[in-house]
């Protein structure tokens, strides 16, 4: 646990650290080739919705010992329609029929009722008639849409348009994860999907927030000082944050696994099992794309800014100044700094020199980064 | 352990941890005693996890009808619905709307779906039926006596009331109709007040062969039905509608809902024996005069010109004013409560106006002490018949009971495992400080379930399956906070502060991210409450409620127990097991210096 600590300790001063920023191009190909993955498995094999979308019913049964194929023959005889017969564990059935209307539900499930001889009463029913699956799905889509557009004004408030696009950005694509895993692994969706896909929307932004928050504060000074480019400050904040990032996805996610345990192993299928799955997939989407898709999607987006151009130049001047200093071997002219400082300085020139704006960017500002205090 | 130096720096936020402390204990408590005393110490259940069947309608506009999907319609129905399902004898169901088209039907398990569907689904039926022997509403020992013309206003009304008090208050003794002969309860005693139909723009001319086409139906009336909607009972009948009058009980509400579903189940060419709505008068009536389906509009008026107050204007179309005409002429020579008839809505009495001249024309009007809400209510009943809006049953769940337990224990044990785990991974990692945040999930715990309980009879909140879920779902969420604050406390350790400077210090950032997440997280649940419906709305519910209750806990308990713990030697020393040991959290001494330069630069929180 110790490690761990001084782990946290060391991501905090910045002495290790992952280049989140700089290494952002893998990753955004990576998120592309998994949002692609996602897009063209639901182009091809759709999602498998439920039947309180399609309209159907689903019954079970209390524990019977007629057999699966007589209650399907049951089923399909009285409502006319082919019908998905389980046997579940504890010897009830669960029988599910789509595309009904309310009528044939019900008559479905007299005759369900009648051939296990037990009153109509003791079977589950869920009967869904056809309109009320698209409001649902309506209704949700309606949700989304507003539920987007007010949290892109409250973060480009609270903090600033650019982070609001980016957690934007960062949201669709864990939805985009999430339901394509549905389409792929072919999982059913029903009302409990949407829900948890609907709490991912807080979820996910949740995290994203908290990431952001730590940004904003260490890039406040950021125009006065010549040190570190946005990107730099950013994938410093990204590692210093990066525990509590963590911390806070898995506490998020046990309860859910607890549900998704109990869900899936004790009740077969039900509402439990629905929304803690997609709520598990897209939770774990959300803290990856916090971390590795909306801050380096705002460090990107900030250093197109006019201001962090003429920043970045600046930081390009300085490091050549001490680049061309140390090669002069006036190691003495940094008075201002300490001399512990002025070593990282030169790496850091060094390494800015080559690739500041790209990919070494992330080593140099590991080593600066660690005198916080004496940025400022 | 004062702390004079604190107290300087940040005087808000920290300089009284106990006082809110207290407060919060105080609200808790407050809560649970609370929650005693309300009665309720578990929170109402779900269908789905109690048992039961759940209907959802969905309202269609009726033909003819365009834009009747209103408030007003949707809560009109809602009565209306539940009226007819609490008629099965159902104790504990509930009606709701939901959004802005769909009705929610709750039953509870034991009940029979199939029944209550039907008397969900059918077009209730209203009719006018002439009054032909009223009496008080309590059990009748023996026949009541006749009702005598008492024309009077206020006062009448004001006795009749007590009347009515007295004989609820009597019933168990039985003889009760013969002390309170005297007030007879007609229409001119209802809580409405005296509703009196007038001839109302009816050209005189009009009313005047009305009069005598009703006079001349009543001559043969005696043994024609059809014609004389106002038929003197047979002889045999006559006794055994008394009988039946006699053991008609429209004092108690079950009582109302046994005689209304007799009586709605009477064809409307029977006579019936029915309550009126207030129970205070049960009644015998003729079959139905006019049909429901000849009321072409009704309207609450307020009458300024004749100070008659509030009053319902009705219009019929060409059969129902024949008919109207008809029976009112022959109900204004008789005497009362002969000269009444009653609106009839699924068996019960809404409303049992007397009528003192035939009402040709097609119009009338129905007046007298009427309020606006009790006007609109009748006029509503009127002019849509029955439910003012046609519904379809879009979904229909039926859970056993068994189920429902089973669902209810699996979300438990899952919310058991979820919290063990979390608290686990805490102390795994927090250590000591697992302790705050065990404390505080506790306190957010026990204001949520008591919350919970309490809102079960304020405003009927059920816990459903997708609400557990939320409540499960909030415990990460909540201990996200805490997460956020400790590692805000953790970095300041890092920058070389001590404990309790670490503690203040770390507040105004961590309270900033805390507020910023959670409003995001409460504007989805927010967002999801208001555009959804059914499942996703409890859950939405829950996770709202569940939100806020976090800030309300990291505000008023995590925060001010970590100023005070700050103060305890355990922790201010950073003992291992403490979870804030400098050497474990990777302080060096040279960081101390860097520190002291960083300060001045350091933002001041506000």
């Given at each position: 646990?110790?490690?761990?600590?001084?782990?946290?300790?060391?991501?905090?001063?910045?002495?290790?650290?992952?280049?989140?920023?700089?290494?952002?191009?893998?990753?955004?190909?990576?998120?592309?080739?998994?949002?692609?993955?996602?897009i063209?498995?639901?182009?091809?094999?759709g999602?498998?919705?439920?039947?309180?979308?399609?309209?159907?019913?689903?019954?079970?049964?209390?524990?019977?010992?007629?057999?699966?194929t007589?209650?399907?023959?049951?089923?399909?005889?009285?409502?006319?329609?082919?019908?998905?017969?389980?046997?579940?564990?504890?010897?009830?059935l669960?029988?599910?029929?789509?595309?009904?209307?309310?009528?044939?539900?019900?008559?479905?499930?007299?005759?369900?009722?009648?051939?296990?001889?037990?009153?109509?009463?003791k079977?589950?029913?869920?009967?869904?008639?056809?309109?009320?699956?698209?409001?649902?799905?309506n209704?949700?889509?309606?949700?989304?849409?507003?539920?987007?557009i007010?949290?892109?004004?409250?973060?480009?408030?609270?903090?600033?348009?650019?982070?609001?696009?980016?957690?934007l950005?960062?949201?669709?694509?864990?939805?985009?994860i999430?339901v394509?895993?549905?389409?792929?692994?072919?999982?059913e969706v029903?009302?409990?999907?949407?829900?948890?896909?609907?709490?991912i929307?807080?979820y996910s932004?949740?995290?994203?927030?908290?990431?952001?928050?730590?940004?904003?504060?260490?890039?406040?000074?950021i125009t006065?000082?010549t040190?570190?480019?946005?990107?730099e400050?950013?994938?410093?904040?990204?590692?210093?944050?990066?525990?509590?990032?963590?911390?806070?996805?898995?506490?998020?996610?046990?309860?859910v696994?607890?549900?998704?345990?109990?869900?899936?192993?004790?009740l077969?299928?039900?509402?439990?099992?629905?929304?803690?799955?997609?709520?598990?997939?897209g939770?774990?989407?959300?803290?990856?794309?916090?971390?590795f898709?909306?801050?380096?999607?705002?460090?990107?987006l900030?250093?197109r800014?006019?201001?962090?151009?003429?920043?970045?130049k600046?930081?390009?001047?300085?490091?050549?100044?001490?680049?061309?200093?140390?090669?002069?071997?006036?190691?003495?002219?940094?008075?201002?700094?300490?001399?512990?400082?002025?070593?990282?300085?030169?790496?850091?020139?060094?390494?800015?020199?080559?690739?500041?704006?790209?990919?070494?960017?992330?080593?140099s500002?590991?080593?600066g980064?660690?005198?916080?205090?004496?940025?400022? | 352990?004062?702390?004079?130096?604190?107290?300087?720096?940040?005087?808000?936020?920290?300089?009284?941890?106990?006082?809110?402390?207290?407060?919060?204990?105080?609200?808790m408590?407050a809560?649970?005693?609370?929650?005693?005393?309300?009665?309720h110490?578990?929170?109402?259940?779900?269908?789905?996890?109690?048992?039961?069947?759940?209907?959802?309608?969905e309202?269609k506009?009726?033909?003819?009808?365009?834009?009747?999907?209103n408030?007003?319609?949707?809560?009109?129905?809602?009565?209306?619905?539940?009226?007819?399902?609490?008629?099965?004898?159902?104790?504990e169901?509930?009606?709701?709307?939901?959004?802005?088209?769909?009705i929610?039907?709750n039953?509870?398990?034991?009940?029979d779906?199939?029944?209550a569907?039907?008397?969900?689904?059918?077009?209730a039926?209203?009719?006018?039926?002439?009054?032909?022997?009223?009496?008080?509403?309590?059990?009748?020992?023996?026949?009541?006596?006749?009702?005598?013309?008492?024309?009077d206003k206020?006062?009448k009304?004001?006795?009749?009331?007590?009347?009515?008090?007295?004989?609820?208050?009597?019933?168990?003794?039985?003889?009760?109709?013969?002390?309170?002969?005297?007030?007879?309860?007609?229409?001119?005693?209802?809580?409405?007040?005296?509703?009196?139909?007038?001839?109302?723009?009816a050209?005189?001319?009009?009313?005047t062969?009305?009069?005598?086409?009703?006079?001349?139906?009543?001559?043969?009336?005696?043994?024609?039905?059809?014609?004389?909607?106002?038929?003197?009972?047979?002889?045999?009948d006559?006794?055994?509608?008394q009988?039946?009058?006699?053991?008609?009980?429209c004092?108690t509400?079950?009582?109302?809902?046994?005689?209304?579903?007799?009586?709605a189940?009477?064809?409307?060419?029977?006579?019936?024996?029915?309550?009126?709505?207030?129970?205070?008068?049960?009644?015998?009536?003729?079959?139905?005069a006019?049909?429901?389906t000849?009321?072409?509009?009704?309207?609450a008026?307020?009458?300024?010109?004749?100070?008659?107050?509030?009053?319902?204007?009705?219009?019929?179309?060409?059969t129902?004013?024949?008919?109207?005409?008809?029976?009112?002429?022959?109900l204004?020579?008789?005497?009362s409560?002969?000269?009444?008839?009653?609106i009839?809505?699924?068996?019960?009495?809404?409303?049992?106006?007397?009528?003192?001249?035939?009402?040709?024309?097609?119009?009338?009007e129905?007046?007298?002490?009427?309020?606006?809400?009790s006007?609109?209510?009748?006029?509503?009943?009127?002019?849509?018949?029955?439910?003012?809006?046609?519904?379809?049953?879009?979904?229909?769940?039926?859970?056993?009971?068994?189920?429902?337990?089973?669902?209810?224990?699996?979300?438990l044990i899952?919310?058991?495992?979820?919290?063990?785990?979390?608290i686990?991974?805490?102390?795994?990692?927090?250590?000591?400080?697992?302790?705050v945040?065990?404390?505080?999930?506790?306190?957010?715990?026990?204001?949520?379930?008591?919350?919970?309980?309490?809102?079960?009879?304020?405003?009927?909140?059920?816990?459903?399956?997708?609400?557990?879920?939320?409540a499960?779902?909030?415990i990460?969420?909540?201990?996200d906070?805490?997460?956020?604050?400790?590692?805000?406390?953790?970095?300041?350790?890092r920058?070389?502060?001590?404990?309790r400077?670490?503690?203040?210090?770390?507040w105004?950032?961590?309270?900033?991210?805390?507020?910023?997440?959670?409003?995001?997280?409460?504007?989805?649940a927010?967002?999801?409450?208001?555009?959804?419906?059914?499942?996703?709305?409890?859950?939405?519910?829950?996770?709202?409620?569940?939100?806020?209750?976090?800030?309300?806990?990291?505000?008023?308990?995590?925060k001010?127990l970590?100023?005070?713990?700050?103060?305890?030697?355990?922790?201010?020393?950073?003992?291992?097991?403490?979870?804030?040991?400098?050497?474990?959290?990777?302080?060096?001494?040279?960081?101390?210096?860097?520190?002291?330069?960083?300060?001045?630069?350091?933002?001041?929180?506000?």
């Amino acid at each position: 646990m110790s490690r761990l600590g001084n782990l946290g300790a060391r991501l905090y001063r910045g002495e290790v650290g992952y280049d989140f920023v700089g290494k952002r191009k893998i990753w955004y190909g990576i998120s592309i080739l998994i949002t692609i993955t996602a897009i063209v498995g639901l182009a091809v094999r759709g999602l498998n919705m439920g039947i309180e979308f399609s309209g159907g019913a689903v019954f079970n049964s209390p524990p019977t010992s007629v057999s699966a194929t007589q209650a399907q023959q049951t089923a399909e005889d009285a409502s006319g329609h082919p019908a998905v017969v389980q046997k579940l564990g504890n010897k009830t059935l669960r029988v599910q029929v789509s595309e009904l209307t309310t009528e044939q539900s019900r008559k479905t499930q007299e005759a369900l009722a009648k051939k296990l001889a037990v009153p109509v009463d003791k079977i589950n029913t869920d009967i869904v008639g056809p309109s009320w699956g698209d409001q649902i799905a309506n209704k949700a889509w309606t949700g989304l849409a507003v539920f987007m557009i007010l949290v892109v004004i409250y973060l480009a408030i609270a903090f600033e348009w650019r982070m609001a696009v980016a957690a934007l950005i960062a949201l669709i694509h864990d939805l985009t994860i999430t339901v394509g895993v549905y389409a792929l692994v072919g999982f059913e969706v029903t009302p409990g999907t949407v829900i948890g896909l609907l709490t991912i929307l807080g979820y996910s932004l949740y995290d994203t927030v908290v990431v952001f928050d730590g940004l904003k504060e260490s890039a406040k000074d950021i125009t006065k000082q010549t040190r570190f480019t946005y990107s730099e400050i950013a994938n410093r904040s990204l590692n210093g944050t990066l525990v509590r990032s963590i911390n806070t996805t898995v506490v998020a996610l046990l309860p859910v696994a607890g549900l998704l345990f109990i869900g899936g192993g004790f009740l077969g299928a039900g509402m439990l099992n629905d929304i803690s799955l997609a709520l598990f997939v897209g939770l774990a989407a959300g803290a990856y794309s916090s971390i590795f898709i909306a801050t380096p999607l705002v460090a990107d987006l900030k250093e197109r800014d006019p201001q962090m151009k003429a920043l970045a130049k600046r930081v390009r001047a300085r490091r050549a100044a001490d680049a061309a200093k140390d090669g002069s071997g006036d190691a003495a002219g940094s008075a201002d700094a300490a001399g512990e400082d002025e070593d990282e300085d030169v790496q850091d020139a060094a390494a800015g020199v080559v690739g500041q704006r790209g990919q070494g960017a992330g080593r140099s500002r590991g080593r600066g980064g660690r005198p916080s205090g004496k940025r400022r | 352990m004062a702390a004079p130096k604190k107290g300087r720096r940040s005087p808000g936020g920290q300089g009284r941890p106990g006082r809110v402390l207290a407060l919060i204990l105080i609200a808790m408590v407050a809560l649970t005693g609370g929650m005693f005393a309300s009665g309720h110490t578990t929170p109402r259940l779900g269908i789905d996890l109690a048992g039961g069947t759940s209907f959802t309608l969905e309202a269609k506009n009726q033909p003819g009808r365009p834009n009747a999907i209103n408030a007003t319609n949707m809560n009109t129905a809602v009565g209306i619905i539940e009226r007819r399902v609490n008629g099965l004898g159902v104790t504990e169901s509930e009606v709701q709307t939901q959004g802005d088209n769909h009705i929610i039907v709750n039953i509870p398990k034991g009940t029979d779906a199939k029944q209550a569907r039907q008397q969900v689904g059918t077009t209730a039926q209203l009719g006018f039926r002439p009054v032909l022997t009223a009496t008080a509403g309590v059990k009748t020992p023996e026949p009541a006596p006749g009702a005598t013309g008492d024309k009077d206003k206020g006062d009448k009304a004001k006795q009749d009331e007590k009347t009515g008090e007295k004989n609820k208050g009597d019933k168990s003794t039985g003889a009760t109709t013969k002390p309170s002969g005297s007030p007879s309860p007609t229409a001119s005693a209802s809580p409405q007040g005296r509703p009196v139909t007038d001839a109302l723009k009816a050209d005189k001319d009009d009313a005047t062969p009305g009069a005598s086409a009703s006079a001349s139906a009543k001559a043969d009336g005696k043994k024609d039905e059809k014609k004389a909607p106002t038929p003197t009972p047979a002889p045999g009948d006559a006794a055994a509608l008394q009988k039946k009058l006699d053991a008609l009980d429209c004092s108690t509400k079950e009582g109302r809902a046994k005689a209304n579903e007799a009586a709605a189940g009477a064809a409307p060419t029977d006579m019936i024996v029915a309550c009126r709505k207030d129970g205070q008068v049960k009644e015998i009536l003729g079959p139905v005069a006019v049909e429901g389906t000849n009321v072409s509009d009704a309207s609450a008026v307020f009458d300024t010109q004749q100070g008659k107050g509030w009053l319902v204007q009705l219009k019929f179309d060409s059969t129902g004013a024949k008919k109207f005409a008809q029976v009112t002429g022959q109900l204004a020579t008789k005497q009362s409560p002969q000269n009444q008839f009653a609106i009839v809505l699924d068996g019960e009495v809404v409303s049992d106006p007397s009528v003192t001249s035939s009402i040709g024309g097609g119009q009338a009007e129905i007046s007298g002490g009427f309020t606006q809400q009790s006007a609109s209510e009748l006029a509503n009943v009127l002019s849509y018949g029955a439910l003012p809006l046609s519904f379809d049953v879009v979904t229909e769940t039926t859970v056993t009971a068994a189920l429902g337990g089973e669902q209810l224990r699996a979300g438990l044990i899952a919310g058991a495992i979820g919290l063990a785990l979390v608290i686990v991974y805490l102390v795994a990692y927090y250590r000591g400080l697992a302790l705050v945040a065990l404390a505080s999930l506790a306190v957010s715990a026990i204001l949520t379930y008591t919350i919970m309980v309490l809102l079960g009879p304020a405003i009927g909140f059920a816990l459903n399956l997708p609400a557990v879920c939320g409540a499960i779902v909030a415990i990460g969420i909540t201990a996200d906070s805490f997460i956020v604050y400790f590692e805000r406390i953790r970095d300041e350790i890092r920058e070389g502060r001590t404990l309790r400077p670490a503690v203040e210090r770390g507040w105004p950032r961590a309270r900033r991210t805390i507020l910023v997440s959670d409003f995001v997280s409460f504007l989805a649940a927010a967002v999801l409450f208001i555009v959804t419906v059914g499942k996703v709305q409890g859950f939405a519910f829950t996770l709202g409620l569940t939100t806020l209750l976090d800030v309300v806990v990291v505000f008023l308990f995590t925060k001010p127990l970590m100023t005070v713990l700050a103060r305890r030697k355990f922790f201010a020393s950073g003992h291992p097991w403490s979870g804030l040991d400098p050497a474990r959290l990777g302080v060096r001494p040279p960081l101390r210096a860097s520190r002291r330069r960083s300060a001045p630069v350091d933002p001041k929180e506000a």
